[in-house]
């Protein structure tokens, strides 16, 4: 059952203890609801979950630890507490400010992020907790069904696609790398530090797991609807160079990151009570899938994918 933000506040020692105390509601989320909680003079952000989140696939354990993870190693907000069961999150409010996507696609910022990327698939310890797109995509097609949900005239289509991609893949394994996974551009702040460079944040973990590092690659970069040049400066900055191989499979992991937000959106049309438009934005992605995996291109990408 959901606590109320007064309820979860009892279940956090430093703040049920605090003298002073103010809440305050902070806009963003669409799952999830997430509050500034001003205490003693220290600032925290806590984060309430939202109903069902689970037929999403989202484990509350593995999104701690990754974003324990990320908080050591400076990328994301500290984590403080976590509550249990119920798996809400407490961490050190960031003070700072988003990226616009006309920023967020400039050489500077797509390097910081490379950086940011790098240093968390190399540096994070392992979790339990997978994080496989394709078998993601299959566990919310499954749900979906269930839920009554609306799929795309071409569905199997989509799917013979995905498989074609997977089955190029799988010539050459991807080692399983702490990933985040859902780099939408609201998940990235610039923190303010007075009299200092303000660090780049990575938040929201809920996606987390042990995954493919091109999928960051390339979710990152269909979210933020880069060109190849713009594809080829984060590669160089991540690899120290940008390869055939490297390139096609960036390329591939945009599309099926694309598949699995469309399928999120159809999720949602048939479990969420939320007044959101879960179906435009299913078919939204559908739309620029067709348009990215019928690219001239997709024929040699199976190929460079697979070479040795």
Same mark, same amino acid.
């Given at each position: 059952?959901?606590?109320?933000?007064?309820?979860?506040?009892?279940?956090?020692?430093?703040?049920?203890?605090?003298?002073?105390?103010?809440?305050?509601?902070?806009?963003?989320?669409?799952?999830?609801?997430?509050?500034?909680?001003?205490?003693?003079?220290?600032?925290?952000?806590?984060?309430?979950?939202?109903?069902?989140?689970?037929?999403?696939?989202?484990?509350?354990?593995?999104?701690?630890?990754?974003?324990?993870?990320?908080?050591?190693?400076?990328?994301?907000?500290?984590?403080?507490?976590?509550?249990?069961?119920?798996?809400?999150?407490?961490?050190?409010?960031?003070?700072?400010?988003?990226?616009?996507?006309?920023?967020?696609?400039?050489?500077?910022?797509?390097?910081?992020?490379?950086?940011?990327?790098?240093?968390?698939?190399?540096?994070?310890?392992?979790?339990?907790?997978?994080?496989?797109?394709?078998?993601?995509?299959?566990?919310?097609?499954?749900?979906?069904?269930?839920?009554?949900?609306?799929?795309?005239?071409?569905?199997?289509?989509?799917?013979?696609?995905?498989?074609?991609?997977?089955?190029?893949?799988?010539?050459?394994?991807?080692?399983?790398?702490?990933?985040?996974?859902?780099?939408?551009? @609201?998940?990235?702040?610039?923190?303010?530090?007075?009299?200092?460079?303000?660090?780049?944040? =990575? $938040?929201?973990? /809920? +996606?987390? *797991?042990?995954?493919?590092?091109?999928?960051? @690659?390339?979710?990152?970069?269909?979210?933020?609807?880069?060109?190849?040049?713009?594809?080829? =400066? $984060?590669?160089? /900055? +991540?690899? *120290?160079?940008?390869?055939?191989?490297?390139?096609?499979?960036?390329?591939?992991?945009?599309?099926?990151?694309?598949?699995?937000?469309?399928?999120?959106?159809?999720?949602?049309?048939?479990?969420?009570?939320?007044?959101?438009?879960?179906?435009?934005?299913?078919?939204?992605?559908?739309?620029?899938?067709?348009?990215?995996?019928?690219?001239?291109?997709?024929?040699?990408?199976?190929?460079?994918?697979?070479?040795?």
């Amino acid at each position: 059952m959901t606590l109320t933000l007064e309820e979860a506040i009892q279940r956090v020692p430093f703040l049920r203890d605090a003298k002073e105390i103010k809440t305050t509601v902070l806009k963003g989320g669409i799952t999830n609801n997430n509050y500034r909680i001003d205490a003693d003079g220290k600032s925290y952000m806590l984060r309430i979950t939202g109903e069902n989140t689970d037929l999403l696939g989202i484990r509350r354990d593995v999104e701690y630890a990754s974003n324990k993870a990320a908080g050591l190693l400076g990328i994301a907000p500290e984590v403080l507490y976590f509550i249990e069961p119920e798996g809400y999150l407490v961490t050190r409010f960031i003070k700072g400010k988003t990226i616009p996507p006309e920023e967020m696609n400039k050489e500077y910022n797509i390097r910081r992020v490379a950086r940011k990327l790098r240093l968390y698939h190399r540096n994070a310890p392992p979790v339990d907790g997978e994080f496989n797109v394709f078998r993601r995509v299959e566990w919310l097609t499954k749900v979906s069904k269930e839920h009554g949900s609306k799929f795309p005239f071409d569905f199997d289509w989509i799917m013979q696609k995905m498989r074609e991609v997977e089955e190029a893949l799988l010539k050459d394994p991807y080692i399983p790398t702490p990933c985040h996974d859902d780099l939408l551009n @609201l998940n990235f702040l610039d923190e303010d530090v007075p009299g200092e460079k303000g660090e780049l944040k =990575i $938040l929201d973990w /809920e +996606y987390a *797991g042990m995954g493919d590092i091109f999928f960051d @690659l390339g979710n990152f970069c269909h979210h933020h609807r880069f060109n190849d040049d713009q594809v080829r =400066i $984060l590669l160089q /900055e +991540y690899f *120290g160079e940008v390869t055939p191989k490297n390139f096609a499979r960036t390329k591939l992991m945009w599309c099926m990151s694309e598949i699995h937000e469309a399928m999120w959106g159809t999720t949602q049309t048939g479990i969420s009570k939320l007044d959101e438009d879960f179906q435009g934005y299913a078919d939204l992605w559908f739309g620029r899938f067709r348009e990215d995996i019928t690219d001239y291109r997709y024929e040699q990408w199976l190929k460079d994918v697979a070479a040795k």
